[in-house]
């Protein structure tokens, strides 16, 4: 599904047995420089061949090609919004766009509620989350979109985590490791290790009340990650901690990285 170019290197010795002064021998550093300089010159002329393709492909698919396959169709004057546009000319994907905003309704122009949006493009995968931050009822949401360009349509979760080769018990793990992180991370500066432990921790995240199911999956640069919905207040004030990258965690690496 991913593009995945693998370049193959084989290297030889050069030896000369000439005994010729004319002639001067290359050492194996010399050797070696010329290979890696080669070899950097051809990864790029692939690169740039690869993006020009992607960039191609992204145009076609476009509907108005004047503007990004993704952009802010309204902005809030009234409060810190910003609501995407899926830019597509295919009639079924551009029902993303409807639920979008269907989403996003009832929270538009409202000052205590933030939306915001990301998107990434990875080879033929182009996924974009929207993000909802209510200082109302101190949550957070996330509703994520990946769609294959190359075959205009849009994945499942299901279809990521098999392609991914990763379970609800796997990713449930990795958002608690991650989760640690940030435990011991803020220990010290929010609480105290011995007046927050990390099952404490744990609960005041609501950590076993989230169902994976409720995560938004996103492919980023290629590696799967999650935008986990967890609780980030508390009486310690930790909201001002968990800025919007904290909630994105990763998952599994690119394919080609595995």
């Given at each position: ?6 370049l ?160 609800s ?33 744990l ?7 989230i ?6 999956y ?12 967890f609780?980030?207040?508390s ?23 595995r």
């Amino acid at each position: 599904m991913f593009n995945k170019f693998n370049l193959d290197n084989h290297y030889e010795e050069v030896s000369s047995n000439k005994k010729n002064n004319n002639y001067k021998k290359i050492d194996n550093s010399t050797l070696r420089l010329i290979a890696i300089v080669s070899i950097a010159f051809i990864g790029l002329l692939v690169f740039l061949g690869i993006d020009k393709i992607m960039n191609n492909k992204s145009i076609t698919f476009r509907q108005d090609n004047s503007k990004d396959i993704v952009y802010t169709l309204y902005e809030s004057k009234k409060a810190d919004q910003k609501i995407p546009y899926f830019n597509t000319s295919n009639k079924d994907l551009q029902l993303i766009n409807d639920n979008i905003s269907k989403y996003v309704k009832p929270y538009l122009n409202n000052s205590k509620v933030k939306i915001s949006y990301d998107y990434n493009l990875s080879g033929i995968i182009l996924s974009l989350v929207v993000k909802i931050y209510n200082e109302e009822n101190y949550s957070v949401k996330f509703r994520s979109y990946n769609i294959n360009l190359d075959e205009e349509s849009l994945l499942s979760d299901e279809y990521l985590l098999n392609y991914y080769s990763i379970d609800s018990s796997e990713i449930k793990q990795k958002v608690k490791t991650k989760l640690n992180d940030y435990y011991l991370d803020e220990a010290g500066k929010y609480f105290e290790l011995q007046e927050v432990d990390f099952d404490r921790y744990l609960e005041m995240r609501l950590f076993n009340s989230i169902d994976t199911k409720d995560y938004a999956y996103y492919v980023k640069n290629g590696k799967l990650t999650a935008y986990v919905p967890f609780n980030p207040y508390s009486i310690y004030g930790e909201e001002e901690y968990f800025t919007e990258d904290r909630f994105n965690i990763t998952l599994s690496k690119a394919p080609e990285e595995r």
